[in-house]
């Protein structure tokens, strides 16, 4: 049995991964979707507490990672502009874009904002009514309802000068994407709690039902992840495939009903790019009609950018369960949080920073084989 | 930065025709949207993501939470600074 001593009720902790032990008859490669899951699991090495043949790889759920070079390279042609106040979340700014990042670009004068809210922009339009205020509106679920009502206020208020720059990104498109690929190496989820904190978890049956994959909605916390774990093990061994909830105590099957309703009058689904993976069809939003008066991208009409990404960048695969960091030559090495070269590296919550901020990459040479308990 | 942040709501307030609440998180107190969180009233505790509530929790499972995403450091979309609208502060 692996060391749990520094867990909170270890004992339980201790339970379940007895009773996953028990159950399991064979190996499995189960992937858990957010990039917060991501990061807690390497963190406080829950992976490397399963037993050996219990894999876990890390999934697309970081919308800072996904988010498209040319989506960048448009956020930062829109910053440059000198009518144009432009604000994001502070996990954009150190992504790099062709030419550095938004801190580079702030620094050499342009007018760059942090912001905690989308609505602060309000407050920066009315403050700024001979500028443009334009929102970097990126994010999964979690993030559509407050950047939704930003666009739903705007309007409302009449605020002329306020627009969005949409990258948004959608769960359960991008799962399904990656069970049909060919190269697929995953038979279960761990799916993302606070996402479905927001759209509850009604559109992952069709899923678990037609690819033959249990999902198990769970937290994030060390306990949560082994829980999820232990029910994803079971439905596996039993032949089942459904979707359960482990993070009951949060959420429910209908999400927030609220939060939902706004999302939908503001955004439509639409077809995505995503770093590092490629188009992935119906897998994002973008603003319905009535609110093109505050989509940046009409606004400005930043032409198509030519964006490519380096040839060693594995994160594509990384992504889709197909390799994990170790696996690239460049992790640790060329590559790392301050010379990223994709997607997986580019935010604290991709796979190849926590690996790196955890000190992974100190260990490739020890841990090739997936699963050894290398902390025990 | 999809993970969302437990608070405790210390009072609500109306502006510009939003239900919003001072959310106290740890040290730090900030302005959150309850409009998605119709039931949320003052003491209870609250997921907040990027301003807005967006789920309740009860009591031990925010302070749980909480301590998790310090320990991970996942605090800090709440050292962005405050927004003030400058001109209405002008004309006060």
Redesign the interface.
Known sequence: MKYVDEY?NAHVAQNVLREIERLQTRPWVIMEV???QT??IV?HGVDRLLPDGIELVHGP????CVTPLETIDKAHAIARRPDVIFCS???MLRVPGSNGDLFKLKSQGADI????????CL??A???PDKQIVFFAI??E??A??NA?LVS?AKQ?GAKNVSVLVSHSLVPPSIAYILQSPQNRVQAFLG?G??C??MGYREYEPIADRYKVPIVVTG??PLDLLEGTLMVVRQLESGNAVVENQYS???GREG?L??RK?VNSVFEVADRKWRGVGWIPKSGYKLRWEYRDHDAERIFEVKEIDTQEPAICISGQILKGIKKPHDCPAFGDICTPLTPLGATMV???GACAAYYAYGRHLERQKVHVTGIAGAA | MCLAIPGKVLEEFEQRGMRMAKVQFGGIVREASLDYVPNARVGDYVLVHVGFAISTVDAEEAARTYELLEQMDQLTELEAPVVEEIAARKRA
């Open positions: 909170r957010c990039g917060g990061h807690s963190k759920g970081c919308p800072v979340f502070g996990d904002r942090v912001v905690y809210s989308p609505l602060d407050k920066i009315r403050s700024n994010g999964f979690t993030t309802p407050a009502m206020r208020e993302p606070h996402v904190t927001i994030f916390e105590r949060v959420l927030n609220a939060a706004l935010s604290a919550e």
